[in-house]
């Protein structure tokens, strides 16, 4: 299975609906939904070490 970069705008716009529910004052490195496309891709790529999700 490939993902090409349309693949990941639509994931990005489908989890956007997500609220993210972090404490508010913290600095967050992350925005939730990069997390979550990342986690999903790697689901779904079946990667299961870090690196590769690096």
């Given at each position: 299975?490939?993902?090409n970069?349309a693949?990941?705008?639509?994931?990005?716009?489908?989890?956007?609906?997500?609220t993210?529910?972090?404490?508010?004052?913290?600095?967050?490195?992350?925005?939730?939904?990069?997390i979550?496309?990342?986690?999903?891709?790697?689901?779904?790529?079946r990667?299961?070490?870090?690196?590769?999700?690096?």
């Amino acid at each position: 299975m490939e993902i090409n970069e349309a693949d990941f705008i639509l994931m990005k716009e489908s989890l956007g609906i997500v609220t993210d529910k972090r404490r508010r004052g913290w600095h967050f490195l992350h925005n939730l939904v990069d997390i979550l496309v990342i986690g999903l891709s790697a689901a779904l790529c079946r990667w299961t070490e870090f690196e590769q999700m690096e």
